[in-house]
């Protein structure tokens, strides 16, 4: 089974959309786990209308805002799969997402996909986050993409990961000291195997002045 975990807060505006795009992946064995935290907008009463309604979604509220950070290790830690997919809340996942990563990992404990960027109401904005982030060359090699991580960008978006359940062991808790959660992944992955990564899109990543990772805008 593959577990896909969520962080949501003050997502209700593209939410549906994220989550129906889940809930169509061509694999059926799944579990999305989410934890909200504590969202003031409608985030939440979405999330328990789809739980109603689907019995592979768990949902938890947080007492206290952490951070999406610690949000989301609060999700990973709730996850029974063998496999673990990282979601945001605004995107929206081609329907092959989980095929083509879990084909993709084999004897990696990370496989990454690529991204296409879209706008606050869907639209192509015609870059990929490959080549938003300069990643021209596939790096195979675990010191390349380190290199990669220390001295440019980091392609590998973790909306687009997934991980064995066992590299986990060695990923949390998250440092308080990591900026972002999917750069601590990324690196810590460079150092355990190295990643596994195609250039296939298979996210669509939504770009708006809410995104937690920088909101860019292409003439």
Request: proline share 2%; with cysteine.
């Amino acid at each position: 089974m593959i577990s896909v975990a969520m962080a949501t807060y003050n997502g209700a505006r593209f939410l549906r959309n994220q989550l129906d795009s889940i809930l169509r992946q061509t694999i059926r064995d799944i579990e999305i786990v989410v934890s909200d935290d504590c969202s003031t907008d409608r985030t939440w009463a979405i999330l328990e209308e789809y739980k109603n309604r689907e019995p592979r979604i768990t949902i938890q509220r947080n007492e206290a805002n952490v951070g999406y950070g610690k949000n989301f290790e609060k999700a990973i830690r709730m996850c029974h799969g063998e496999y673990i997919a990282l979601s945001d809340q605004d995107d929206v996942w081609e329907p092959n997402h989980l095929e083509v990563l879990l084909a993709l990992i084999k004897d990696k404990q990370i496989s990454c996909g690529n991204a296409m960027l879209i706008d606050t109401e869907g639209n192509s904005m015609k870059l990929s986050l490959s080549e938003r982030e300069c990643l021209d060359v596939l790096y195979t090699n675990g010191l390349d993409q380190a290199y990669k991580l220390a001295y440019y960008r980091n392609p590998y978006q973790g909306a687009s990961m997934l991980m064995k359940r066992e590299f986990f062991d060695k990923a949390l808790p998250i440092p308080d000291k990591a900026c972002y959660h999917d750069t601590w992944f990324a690196t810590l992955g460079c150092f355990c195997g190295g990643i596994a990564y195609t250039f296939d899109i298979i996210t669509q990543y939504r770009m708006h002045d809410k995104n937690v990772s920088g909101y860019i805008i292409i003439n």
